[in-house]
């Protein structure tokens, strides 16, 4: 079992009105067990899930690989285990089962890749997790207009996989190979967000299945549309809340026609900060832009077998043509070298580009590999460039004066860096020490007018920093809930208390 925050114990799940006060006081712990959810309403229960597995026969499972498999994400939240997972393979298996679930007042959990960090698929009230990967479909490609439309559950590196040989691409890069869905769900953006923007800005409409069975489509394949709410926007970052994305229209982009790397060296972390600023308030067309401190190189260096400087290090990509790219790798070297970087080094080669970039996207498990026994929270928030330099420092001086292992990282090009803590699950003070930590630099980044979290989402785990950040936009938020999900049954307890 993965482990979690705080001291070590047991996960028992016995009813849902329990859950939700074992969830708060008993994170998940090494030897954190996982027992299937008997609800009060058994009967009602038992005769929606007779429902379910006739309309899919095997694909209706109870057994326990599939509940524990389908329990957790790649969070520390505690695993929380539904009743049965399903596996449809078609909107219309997604609309007969959503509703015998909403007549029954069964909770439905979409699931996609269950590589979300905020708790996004543990079913917390029991019910249905609803596994997509089984519709993987391209169902529409349009070369000449660069857009196609994908089932839901189709993983982003596969999609590229299938684009490549007609000269097209999905740019957004999380990292992880999550699902198209879920990437849409929790509104994902990554490694290239500097240049491509987020999975919100490649997106043209949905496929949406409402907490009644509706089938809703929003959007279009237009470029652009006045016609009435954004419904597609509403939908995207809303974490299975709202409805659930069976199919998703993309925005595509013509593959570059060359590509260079970089990495550079610097002695501190406020140099990387600044020369960033600088190469973007220039108008470099930077394609990558991340930075690692002293700690995440040392982690990677060791777990890639890299042989870079032990010392904040910047890794830049640049798309466009042979020429382009070399001048603009020259123009970052130049403006890096002014804030004190040394030894830029930039290449064409495949090989080595795939190399750098498999490292920085294994730096969670490099830097786990730095505290074995440990486990890792990953959290974000985001700023704007120019507060970057200086909550980075804050976040690096408050997280040493307390003690605690947590490199740094992050798509710094759009503000966002991480600070992943390593927490000995056993050590309860510890865990509170990294909250504090964690604390101040989300409230340092809401001071500053950034954001509580700018790619992870809120799941189970931000909800209380979305209050701070949204006030009474919470409200609000709940009452599109209401309007829209009015019995809760779609991902209860997530986004929303």
Partial sequence: MRGGPGWKGSFVRTGRAQHSAVLQCLPRGDTATIVPNVPANSNRQGAAHERIAALLGSRCSTSSYDIESHSHDESFHPPAAPDAVAFPESNEEVSAIVRICAEHGLPIIPFGAGTAVEGHVQAISGGISLDLARMDAVLDLQEDDLDCRVQAGIRRLALNDRLEKHGLWLPIDPGADASLGGMAATGASGTTTVRYGTIREN???????LADGRVLRTGGRARKSSAGYDLTKLLLGSEGTLGIITEVQLRLHPLPECVSAAVCSFETIEQCANSVIEILQSGLPVARCELLDVASMRAV???????????PT???EFHGTAASVAEQAELAGEIA???GGGDFQWTLEREKREKLWNARHHAY???KALRPGSYGWVSDVCVPLSKLAECIAAAREDIEQAGLVAPMLGHVGDGNFHAVYLIDPSDKEEFERASRVNDRMTERALAVGGTCTGE???GIGKQRALKAQHG???DVMRAIKTALDPDGILNPGKILD
């Fill in 314 to 316: 910047m890794f830049f």
């Fill in 337 to 339: 070298a002014d804030h």
């Fill in 456 to 458: 992870h989402g809120v």
């Fill in 301 to 311: 260096n060791d777990y890639a077998n890299l042989h870079y400087a032990p010392t």
């Fill in 365 to 367: 498990y490099a830097i």
């Fill in 203 to 209: 997106i043209l409409g949905l496929t949406c299945v």
């Fill in 472 to 474: 009474a936009g919470v």
